[in-house]
């Protein structure tokens, strides 16, 4: 099946840096979501960016799209050891916004 | 607001037996999505159902069902079972259209096949 790319697969920081992982999709779409796993546990929701949209933040997060290099970056800033987890991007598809395809995930590690 | 709720949270079955998952979804929430979850595959979307009718299906072979029940709880079955459907098999919830809150998701069943 279609799957994004994120970039790293692992991303290793101190406390208070910032962390940027990248994702790469392959369809038009109408939304990209990223998400949050802790040590494999659910998935937790931290933004959705719609294609008609560039950018968006959300607290300490900024979230870019650009539609025709078909990416999207996420920006943690002042990262703390709590954001130690798995990030992965989700796409809805232009097509079917229903059936999320998903990346392999960035494993960030945050140390104190 | 209680999040959704998936029993059992750790299965262990045997090779050809078979298996039912339970998601419980946020009151008012009509559509609930399974996701398989493997260190290899990554996140496979198995199925979607709203209003008790399976909206969107993913590529799994027939073994794999599920159904939803007319309060939004949804199952999925899993039919004479391999060791490669070994997994954290994950439920999520949302309202018909994605908003800006996304899917919210349960902490998932670690199914292991033995």
């Known amino acids: 099946s279609q799957q994004g790319e994120e970039d790293p697969q692992a991303l290793s920081i101190q406390e208070g840096e910032n962390a940027t992982m990248n994702c790469s999709y392959k369809t038009s779409i109408n939304n990209l979501q990223w998400y949050r796993q802790n040590s494999g546990r659910g998935l937790v929701h931290l933004i959705l960016?719609?294609?008609n949209e560039r950018e968006k933040h959300s607290g300490r997060l900024r979230v870019t799209l650009d539609t025709s290099k078909k990416s999207s970056s996420l920006l943690i800033t002042a990262s703390r050891a709590a954001d130690t987890a798995s990030y992965f991007c989700a796409t809805g598809n232009a097509g079917n916004n229903r059936k999320l395809i998903w990346g392999l995930g960035t494993s960030l590690a945050v140390n104190p | 607001k209680a999040g959704v709720t998936q029993t059992p949270r750790y299965l262990i079955k045997t090779r050809g037996q078979q298996v039912t998952l339970s998601c419980s979804p946020i009151s008012g929430h009509r559509s609930v999505s399974w996701y398989q979850q493997t260190p290899g595959q990554g996140l496979q979307f198995l199925f979607e159902?709203?209003?008790?009718?399976?909206?969107n299906k993913g590529n799994f072979p027939g073994r794999f069902s599920g159904r939803q029940f007319s309060n939004s709880r949804s199952e999925m079955n899993v039919s004479t079972l391999e060791l490669g459907d070994s997994a954290l098999y994950l439920c999520a919830s949302s309202w018909d259209r994605p908003v800006e809150s996304g899917y919210t998701f349960g902490s998932g069943t670690r199914l292991t096949v033995v």
């Open positions: 159902y709203f209003s008790e009718t399976q909206r």
């Open positions: 960016i719609r294609s």
